[in-house]
Nanobody, 119 residues
Framework: QVQLVESGGGLVQAGGSLRLSCAAS????????MAWFRQAPGKEREFVAG????????AYADSVKGRFTISRDNVKNMVYLEMSSLNPEDTAVYYC????????????WGQGTQVTVSS
């Protein structure tokens, strides 16, 4: 079990950039696959980006490929999501999530941080 706390959300204009951070504690961070999800008002939570435990392999939703970059620092126990070329469709609460490689579902979640993109 790891505890996750997101930060870095805010209000930006279309075309702008934000960097989200996720601080992890409580368990051996390097053993966890990490990811970012988001949930817009009235919509279901969706996968945004994921990163492997150690080799840096990443995966992205088609809607954010080329604009978002996920990374991790296993020394600082941090996960980041760098977002650029933001548009109003990116407006959502963004959640940091983690799972052990043997788990099929993400079962460690942060409280979320709001990202709002204005026209």
């Amino acid at each position: 079990q790891v505890q996750l706390v997101e930060s870095g959300g805010g209000l930006v204009q279309a075309g702008g950039s934000l960097r989200l951070s996720c601080a992890a504690s409580g368990d051996t961070f390097k053993n966890y696959v990490m990811a970012w999800f988001r949930q817009a008002p009235g919509k279901e939570r969706e996968f945004v980006a994921g990163i492997n435990r150690s080799d840096g392999t990443t995966a992205y939703a088609d809607s954010v490929k080329g604009r978002f970059t996920i990374s991790r620092d296993n020394v600082k126990n941090m996960v980041y999501l760098e977002m650029s070329s933001l548009n109003p469709e990116d407006t959502a609460v963004y959640y940091c999530a983690g799972r052990l490689a043997t788990h099929r579902d993400y079962d460690n979640w942060g409280q979320g941080t709001q990202v709002t993109v204005s026209s």
